[in-house]
Nanobody, 121 residues
Framework: QVQLVESGGDLVQAGGSLRLSCAASGTIFSINFMGWYRQAPGKQRELVAHITSGGSTNYLDSVKGRFAISRDNAKNTVYLQMNSLQPEDTAVYYC???????????????WGQGTQVTVSS
């Protein structure tokens, strides 16, 4: 019904920048929350940032001032601009979206497949 496709993960040196993208497609009526989670080896998945359809945002404390989440509602796409990357940002980053699908308009969470971000020191 709904697919989330991520892109933009890469290997980057500390202090560098990356921009992640996640496009949702399928039988979409509307999307409320869109966000990015990450999971490092041996650690639990954690919320990095999320954004509502109205543009309200929330960030993990450790990325405030370095990361910026944005979305293009017309394209059902969410972005994560990551600046001043540090080795501790290394993780698989997952896109998440709460989607109301057609024809039922029932809301459910959907996940992307993950994209690897590796920051070398």
């Amino acid at each position: 019904q709904v697919q989330l496709v991520e892109s933009g993960g890469d290997l980057v040196q500390a202090g560098g920048s990356l921009r992640l993208s996640c496009a949702a497609s399928g039988t979409i009526f509307s999307i409320n929350f869109m966000g990015w989670y990450r999971q490092a080896p041996g650690k639990q998945r954690e919320l990095v940032a999320h954004i509502t359809s109205g543009g309200s945002t929330n960030y993990l404390d450790s990325v405030k001032g370095r990361f910026a989440i944005s979305r293009d509602n017309a394209k059902n796409t969410v972005y994560l601009q990551m600046n001043s990357l540090q080795p501790e940002d290394t993780a698989v980053y997952y896109c998440n979206a709460w989607v109301r699908v057609l024809p039922t308009r029932q809301e459910a969470p959907y996940w992307g497949q993950g994209t690897q971000v590796t920051v070398s020191s």
